[in-house]
């Protein structure tokens, strides 16, 4: 049974204060969780709760949400069996009382769950992606790798959030590490040789003075070659244009570029980097409030890329199953703060996964050294983890989790490869 819950003020990777949780249990074991936090957030996300004192962190404190932890998610959770995860997130929900989280904040709603099952998980002496996902969880994911960031996570003109490389080609996720980080690598000294800035984004990846997602493709395409891989066979490209952050008035502006694109023009512009580059994904290739641009592009694109929603289901179940069935898409991207349990989290999953839909598991912006996704998506088995590019320990902590767990499993490990991604 869960003998004491403590909530205490982090920093995380942005250097904002974030929700930390200890639970323990009876027999001393504890769960640790700390919460990530987003900057180009879907509209529909359980809600953050952030002080809003001007004077004070910026009003970004988190200490009404440390306080939720520590009297009323304490009083409900005390008692309780971290076994059972589906009932205490429940009663986690209904002590709220709001459908978005907002009374207590989703950031200590989750911090609970999250740090109830790594306790219960060390209760049973497993790892947490053994606890949560049984003898058969063994396969590694595919990372995309974000080693060019734009948009909301750095400051130079790209209109595009977030340029990704995924290893498909790869035989173990040790090996597609080791590729990323050649990549990686190379790309900097590209830059560099062409003249510009190697300073990193908030995801860890470069954030170069380039305008346009072509420019942006060709020094990844180029960085590719150069370390010695075949764009396409070896590594595919993934995009996050993050496209809501940029849809106005029924109009994508691309402000860095200086264009404005209709839905229709904006979806011609992405077929035409789909089909002039190795792009195996793309992420929010539309606004969340542009469904039909939505549906329009994946009825285009009809299974060529696969094509996932972040902004457009904020991992809510209920919004991802209206998706399935208007034909929004065929991928969703899983973030668990955007929903605020572990529960809700691996129902999404679930139902993707029902429907031959596939999981994209995902850090956000704002990090910490929190390593639990990396368990999660070993864990539902999804094949696919975003979580940043081959810089900031954030970021790196994330994969080196998955090394860990690759090389706890030895050879019963399978590395996810090319079939994980839908087509
Ligand atoms: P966020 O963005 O974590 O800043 O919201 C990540 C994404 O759009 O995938
Ligand atoms: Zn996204």
């Not at 205490?88 to 989750?110: F, V």
């Not at 002496?125 to 790798?145: E, K, Q």
């Not at 065929?330 to 955007?338: A, D, E, G, H, M």
């Not at 030895?410 to 991604?421: F, H, I, K």
């Amino acid at each position: 049974a869960i003998t004491s819950v403590t909530g205490r003020r982090v920093l995380d990777s942005r250097g904002n204060p974030t929700v930390e949780v200890d639970v323990e249990l009876a027999d001393g074991s504890l769960g640790r969780a700390a919460v990530p936090s987003g900057a180009s957030t879907g509209a529909r996300e359980a809600v953050e709760l952030r002080d809003g004192d001007p004077a004070r962190w910026h009003g970004k404190g988190v200490d009404r949400a440390v306080q939720h932890v520590d009297t009323e998610l304490a009083a409900v959770a005390l008692g309780r069996d971290a076994e059972d995860q589906a009932g205490l997130d429940a009663a986690l929900i209904a002590a709220d009382g709001t459908p978005t989280k907002a009374r207590l904040g989703a950031n200590a709603i989750l911090g609970v769950s999250l740090a109830a099952a790594k306790a219960a998980a060390a209760a049973h002496r497993l790892p947490l992606y053994r606890w949560l996902g049984g003898a058969d969880a063994r396969l590694l994911p595919v990372p995309m790798m974000n080693i060019v960031n734009g948009g909301a996570h750095a400051d130079n003109p790209l209109d595009f959030q977030e340029f990704m490389i995924a290893p498909i080609g790869a035989a173990t996720f040790a090996e597609a590490v080791r590729m990323g980080s050649e990549i990686f690598h190379t790309l900097r000294r590209d830059l560099l040789a062409a003249g510009h800035s190697t300073g990193v984004g908030d995801e860890g990846g470069f954030a170069p003075d380039l305008r346009t997602a072509e420019e942006a493709l060709d020094f990844v395409v180029a960085a590719v070659e150069r370390a010695g891989y075949r764009p396409g066979t070896d590594i595919g490209l993934v995009m996050d244009p993050a496209s809501s952050e940029f849809f106005r008035d029924g109009v994508y502006d691309y402000a860095g570029e200086g264009v404005r694109r209709t839905p229709a023009e904006h979806a011609d512009h992405l077929i035409k980097l789909i089909d002039a580059y190795p792009v195996v994904s793309v992420e929010d290739p539309m606004a969340e409030d542009d469904l039909d641009g939505w549906r329009d592009l994946t009825a285009r694109v009809g299974g060529r890329c696969q094509l996932t929603g972040d902004d457009v289901f904020c991992t809510d179940e209920a919004l991802l199953r209206e998706g399935i069935a208007t034909g929004v898409g065929n991928s969703v991207l899983v973030k668990v703060n955007q929903i605020g349990t572990l529960t809700e989290a691996l129902g999404t999953v679930g139902a993707a996964h029902r429907a031959g839909w596939t999981v994209v598991i995902s850090h956000r912006s704002g990090e910490t050294e929190d390593t639990t996704i990396a368990d999660l998506a070993v864990a539902t088995g999804c094949g696919q983890i975003k979580t940043g590019s081959l810089s900031r320990s954030d970021r790196t902590a994330k994969y080196n989790q998955l090394l860990r767990i690759e090389e706890e499993l030895g050879s019963t490990a399978q590395y996810a490869g090319t079939s994980a991604l839908a087509r």
